[in-house]
């Protein structure tokens, strides 16, 4: 995570996080680009992000996709004693976090996935 610039973590072949780059862009918000696919975030990142979404880990997982159906994630607790088992199967699969994850500049992060997330953007 860069400090003190805002951060986008990308997947170019998403619309969502396409749009989320469009709109920073049309609001002059200099930003960075993470494509977190190819440069996974580590547990200790995911960990500082969730505590800035103030979400837990099953709040931004894909859990629709077919690996999440895969790894039975469907089955797992959503519970402080298996949190650290949603983080560290984030880390490994990192097609499983949801996006765009915006890291502001001033410490906030949202997942900017609809027009309500994307108006706190700037």
Known sequence: M?????EIWHNPRCSKSRTATAHLDAAGV???????????PTVEELRA??????AEPW???????QLAKDLGMAGWSR???DRERWVRALAEHPKLIQR?????????????????SLRTLG
């Not at 709040?59 to 629709?64: E, F, L, N, S």
């Not at 765009?100 to 309500?116: F, K, Q, T, W």
């Open 2 to 6: 860069t400090s003190g610039q805002t």
């Open 30 to 40: 200099a930003y960075t680009v993470r494509r977190y696919l190819d440069e996974p």
């Open 49 to 54: 992000v969730l505590a800035r979404l103030g």
């Open 59 to 65: 709040d931004i997982t894909r859990t629709g996709e």
């Open 79 to 81: 519970t402080e004693a």
């Open 100 to 116: 765009p994850i915006v890291l502001r500049a001033d410490g906030d992060a949202v997942v900017a996935r609809d027009e309500e």
